[in-house]
């Protein structure tokens, strides 16, 4: 962290002040960017069971179903609460504690949405194709969300090309 702190005062000359609200803005970006996703998802889940084919769905379907809403809702709940945590902590000069717990909120989140995106594809090409299908759908999503949202970041992250 130390370094981290050298590098933003020598190239974006900006204070550890600075740097923190600087960390507290971006972090609102990106929790904007992926609340839309998981508030539509979760709505999309919210209306299945008032659909007349709902009720056909087996046991193991609605328990799959009721996993997937769990992990959407959970998702909302992570994703949101950096906002109720800002506001509780507001003029309380508490912006590190702030950005380093919204921080893990965030990703637990994006965890979640995971989760529920990998759910909600299994549910809907096993009802559509057959458990095979849905298995296989499942499968191929959440390898493609841990290539693009775990592996390339942690891969650019620790590549020695990466620009300074």
Do not use: C
């Not at 056909?56 to 959407?72: R, W």
């Not at 702030?98 to 921080?103: F, P």
């Not at 096993?126 to 969300?145: D, H, M, W, Y």
Request: aromatic share 8%.
């Amino acid at each position: 962290m130390a370094t981290d702190e050298h590098w933003d005062a020598q190239a974006r000359h900006e204070t550890p002040t600075e740097r923190l609200d600087r960390n507290w803005a971006d972090l609102l970006q990106e929790v904007r960017v992926v609340q839309t996703g998981v508030q539509v998802l979760a709505a999309f889940l919210l209306t299945l069971p008032f659909q007349a084919r709902f009720s056909l769905l087996t046991g193991p379907e609605k328990a799959l179903y009721l996993s997937t809403v769990g992990a959407a809702v959970g998702a909302v709940a992570f994703l949101i609460a950096p906002v109720a945590l800002h506001r509780t902590l507001f003029r309380q000069h508490a912006r590190q504690v702030t950005v380093a717990t919204a921080h893990r909120l965030a990703l637990t989140g994006i965890l979640l949405f995971a989760l529920a995106v990998v759910g909600a594809v299994w549910l809907i090409f096993e009802v559509v194709a057959g458990v095979g299908v849905g298995v296989t759908a499942a499968a191929i999503a959440l390898a493609l969300l841990v290539i693009l949202w775990l592996s390339l970041p942690l891969y650019l992250r620790r590549s020695p090309d990466r620009p300074a």
